[in-house]
């Protein structure tokens, strides 16, 4: 089965915001990504806006809406926002105020459990397909699939980060018996988080991996040889 891939293009938006303007565009980002073969149009609409904008996901919802793939916290605003948008799916994710990117997966506890239940239940009854962004714990995606989601998002940030390749290749057999316990729960696997042309294709060869979605290197690569090369190089990464 064909790997899919969902390019993340929050940074398109924070190219825009530099200037508050309306360009470069997200939607014609989004679009040249499509055309070219990206499953997901990844986007996270932040409580500070600090990139993704309403607007952005009106626009993309009303033109690629199974596409759109919308990371949000798990608050009463973006439920509503969702609800009233209507993505294809929802990724929930954890976010802190400040940080400089989502800083891992979601706390699958007791304590922050039944919120996010709620939110996957209304989600669901809304017709959009829901994910969770977790870290590679076989507990994590035990609760993901007790709270009714339909896909787990493998956080890779770790792997990324990794500082040995033992520390590496540790981290990847974690993310392997993940992918194979999703599957077999059910769920849909997805991965992402600082996934780069480098470090890419270990987990694209994982079993069971469906989808990987992936923001910052693909944009920072289209920099220097444009947005269509640079996804279609991953594409070629991937499959
Ligand atoms: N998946 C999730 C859940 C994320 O929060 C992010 C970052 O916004 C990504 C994937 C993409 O990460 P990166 O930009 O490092 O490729």
Redesign the pocket.
């Known amino acids: 089965m064909k790997l899919e891939l ?1 390019v ?1 293009i ?2 398109i938006a924070t190219l825009r915001q530099a200037r508050g303007g309306a360009g470069p565009s997200p939607l014609k980002a989004a679009q040249a990504c499509v055309n070219l073969g990206a499953e997901y149009i ?1 986007i ?1 609409l932040r409580r500070d806006r600090r990139h993704i904008q309403e607007n952005d996901l009106r626009l993309l919802t009303k033109h690629l809406r199974k596409h759109v793939h919308l ?1 949000m916290a798990a608050t009463q605003e973006m439920s509503d926002l969702a609800v009233k948008y209507k993505p294809g799916s929802v ?1 929930i ?1 954890p976010e802190y105020p400040g940080e400089l ?2 800083s891992g997966g979601l706390k699958m506890d007791d304590k922050h459990l039944p919120l996010i239940q709620k939110v996957v239940k209304r989600l669901k009854e809304e017709g959009i397909k829901v ?1 969770l ?1 977790v870290d590679p714990k076989a507990n994590d995606i035990r609760a993901a699939k007790r709270i009714g989601a339909d896909i787990v ?1 493998l ?3 770790d792997y ?1 980060e990794a500082k040995t390749e033992k520390q590496r290749q540790a981290i990847l057999e974690e993310l392997s018996v993940s992918s194979i316990l999703g599957r077999e729960l059910g769920l849909e696997v ?7 042309y480098e470090n890419v294709e270990d987990v694209a060869n994982l079993s069971g991996m469906q989808c990987l ?7 920072s690569r289209a920099v220097f040889v444009g947005l269509p090369q640079a996804v279609l190089e991953m594409r070629q990464k991937i499959s």
């Not at 979605?213 to 944009?219: A, D, K, V």
């Open positions: 969902g993340n929050d940074h990844v996270h990371e990724c994710v990117t989502t994910s962004f998002e956080c890779t940030k990324s997805h991965s992402g988080h600082g996934l780069d979605n992936i923001g910052f290197s693909i944009m």
